[in-house]
């Protein structure tokens, strides 16, 4: 009788529906790549413009849905977020760096930000709801390749705002996260600035370890925040290229860990 009470009493706040929102949150993922792909971008690829125009309407455009869907999800009391300093994110030539913690920091990031780029899995080009968008945006495939690499420090070179998760893969619940050395060789690149993004999710959801019905008793608390910039000039003036990644790298892997640990 006490374990059952108990059981009963982790599951007060409103569990069945978090997991109907949860589930209808998925499904609006799904059939808003779809119409992104089939109606809306083809409708946005008949307005003038050349081909950086349609690509600037597919950022904003998938920012937009972006946004919607993280309103829906807050409203639908699936989650509660807050973010400090989204103001300084989308600058011209700027690196946003930032932790992967769950499956949807990258709908809260890019929703952030109206005309980012950002490299994705290479898994995303084949998948029925994604390859359409991510396509017409000219996301970048992390396929761990040198072409990449210089893909993705040609259009911070142009200019461009992007959005890297040094990890390639979702944080393992529990530790603290471990930066592969691409992120930093991209930065020395092209980078104007590298500006870290520090995102915590608690109780943890959507990580590589769960489905995405296993939800948390409780509803989840989402917090990004925008930290100061990083100069890397500094990294890359008295030394080669592959000792300068190294350096920035561990020095990404230090301030994440201990900024993380602060949060």
């Known amino acids: 009788m006490d374990l059952a009470a108990a059981g009963l009493s982790r599951r007060t706040d409103a569990w069945a529906w978090r997991l109907v929102a949860t589930g209808a949150s998925f499904v609006l993922f799904g059939i808003g790549g779809l119409l992104l792909r089939l109606?809306?971008?083809?409708?946005?690829?008949?307005?003038?413009?050349?081909?950086?125009?349609?690509?600037?309407?597919?950022?904003?455009?998938?920012?937009?849905?972006?946004?919607?869907?993280?309103?829906?999800?807050?409203?639908?009391?699936?989650?509660?977020?807050?973010?400090?300093?989204?103001?300084?994110l989308g600058r011209p030539g700027q690196m946003v760096v930032a932790n992967h913690p769950s499956l949807i920091d990258v709908v809260f990031l890019i929703g952030q930000i109206r005309n980012a780029n950002c490299v994705v899995k290479s898994g995303l080009f084949g998948n029925p709801c994604t390859r359409g968008p991510v396509s017409a945006a000219r996301y970048i495939s992390n396929d761990g390749s040198m072409t990449m690499l210089e893909s993705a420090a040609d259009v911070l070179r142009e200019g461009q705002c992007l959005v890297v998760f040094p990890e390639g893969t979702r944080t393992r619940p529990?530790?603290?996260?471990?930066?592969?050395?691409?992120?930093?060789?991209?930065?020395?690149?092209?980078?104007?600035?590298?500006?870290?993004?520090?995102?915590t999710v608690a109780p943890t959801t959507l990580t590589k370890a769960e489905p995405w019905y296993r939800i948390p008793e409780r509803r989840v608390q989402v917090h990004l925040r925008v930290g100061e910039d990083i100069d890397p000039a500094t990294f890359n003036a008295d030394a080669p290229l592959p000792i300068a990644s190294r350096r920035l790298n561990d020095h990404l892997h230090q301030l994440f860990e201990r900024e993380l640990a602060a949060s």
Not at 63 to 71: G, K
Not at 183 to 198: F, K, N, Q, S
């Open 39 to 88: 109606l809306i971008l083809p409708l946005m690829g008949l307005l003038p413009g050349g081909a950086d125009a349609r690509c600037r309407r597919a950022r904003a455009a998938i920012s937009r849905s972006f946004r919607m869907l993280v309103w829906f999800m807050h409203r639908s009391r699936v989650l509660d977020f807050r973010i400090e300093g989204a103001e300084r």
């Open 174 to 199: 529990g530790h603290a996260p471990v930066f592969h050395r691409g992120a930093a060789a991209i930065a020395l690149r092209g980078a104007r600035t590298i500006t870290p993004v520090y995102i």
